[in-house]
């Protein structure tokens, strides 16, 4: 898969659980581990951008592509 989710990376940047981003977030524990892992099929933008918002940072901060 090409693209790779960096969220470990920004919750390890910003010192926050994955309990505690769920929250944030509104979405349970296991849904943020699957799109964390990289097992998600897709993530909508609602959800993109709570994450940049509880994470403080930019889409390209948490998706990437490598060819």
Same mark, same amino acid.
């Given at each position: 898969? %090409?693209?790779?989710? =960096?969220? =470990? /990376?920004?919750?390890?940047?910003? +010192?926050?659980? /994955?309990? !505690? #981003?769920? &929250? *944030?977030?509104?979405?349970? %524990?296991? @849904? #943020?581990?699957? $799109? +964390? @892992?990289? *097992?998600? +099929?897709?993530?909508?933008?609602?959800?993109? &951008?709570? $994450?940049? !918002?509880? $994470?403080?940072?930019? %889409?390209? &901060?948490?998706? *990437?592509?490598? %060819?």
């Amino acid at each position: 898969m %090409p693209v790779i989710v =960096d969220i =470990d /990376v920004m919750l390890a940047r910003r +010192k926050m659980a /994955v309990g !505690e #981003l769920a &929250d *944030r977030i509104g979405i349970t %524990p296991t @849904n #943020l581990a699957v $799109l +964390k @892992n990289g *097992r998600a +099929k897709a993530v909508r933008f609602t959800t993109l &951008d709570a $994450l940049c !918002e509880a $994470l403080e940072c930019q %889409p390209g &901060d948490i998706l *990437r592509w490598v %060819p």
